[in-house]
């Protein structure tokens, strides 16, 4: 199984939190870079937070930057996105990859719902 598995996704209304998880196998998760993504309809995939090599090197999006932290669980090959303080225009699909280097993602999941209501 090289796919990440996400979960954690639902709905909540602005102000609230959701933490994300991605489940991954060692193999995809020693490829160096882990990864969250979203995409709302009509829209393209936009990144939003990731880590590398061992969590010391981390991206966030402006749009994310504050509220969203990305963190690692390497003995269980899994990365969270904690999400605070949403707001409805975080609504959107969220996608965990992972890949050797920031921006060559060679994996990714299925996708979580994320729905932030006003």
């Known amino acids: 199984q090289v796919q990440p598995v996400e979960s954690g996704g639902g709905s909540v209304q602005a102000g609230g939190s959701l933490r994300l998880s991605c489940a991954a196998s060692?193999?995809?998760?020693?490829?160096?870079?882990m990864g969250w993504f979203r995409q709302a309809p009509g829209t393209e995939r936009e990144g939003v937070a990731a880590l590398c090599t061992g969590g010391s090197n981390t991206y966030y999006a402006d749009s994310v930057k504050g509220r969203f932290t990305i963190s690692q669980d390497s003995a269980n090959y899994t990365v969270y996105l904690r999400m605070n303080s949403l707001k409805p225009e975080d609504t959107a699909m969220y996608y965990c990859?992972?890949?050797?280097?920031?921006?060559?993602?060679?994996?990714w999941g299925h996708g979580t719902q994320v729905t932030v209501s006003s």
């Open positions: 060692a193999y995809t998760y020693k490829t160096n870079c």
């Open positions: 990859a992972a890949g050797p280097s920031y921006g060559f993602w060679l994996y």
